[in-house]
């Protein structure tokens, strides 16, 4: 049974940073994609950054220079490091995972299998 939870949100100021992590189990972890989605107020949920099972990373325009994905196989958790964090960047994480993994789907929401309950960011102005 594939499960994947989600940590680490909360609120900050515009500024701030937050990192997420999400707990993987229940599937051969290093052979998916995995990716981190948002969906903010009234807004469809979004790509935000994702990272193949080669350690390729690709990440939204929204988000690049700030946030920075990586993965740990061992611990078969997932991290999001948010910095500089603004108002905007508030609604809810989700972590998913892709069991066909190819890095030119990181960010199609469409194509993971796997979604985790979300955790939720909120930044304060």
Request: glycine share 12%.
């Amino acid at each position: 049974q594939v499960q994947l939870v989600e940590s680490g949100g909360g609120s900050v100021q515009a500024g701030g940073s937050l990192r997420l992590s999400c707990a993987a189990s229940g599937y051969t972890y290093s052979s998916y994609c995995m990716g981190w989605f948002r969906q903010g107020p009234g807004k469809e949920r979004e790509g935000v950054a994702g990272i193949d099972s080669n350690g390729v990373t690709t990440y939204a325009d929204f988000v690049k220079g700030r946030f920075t994905i990586s993965k740990d196989n061992a611990k078969t958790t997932l991290h999001l490091q948010m910095n500089s964090l603004k108002p905007e960047d508030t609604g809810m994480y989700y972590c998913a995972a892709l069991q066909r993994c190819r890095w030119w789907l990181l960010l199609r929401e469409k194509e993971y299998n796997y979604w985790g309950q979300g955790t939720q960011v909120t930044v304060s102005s």
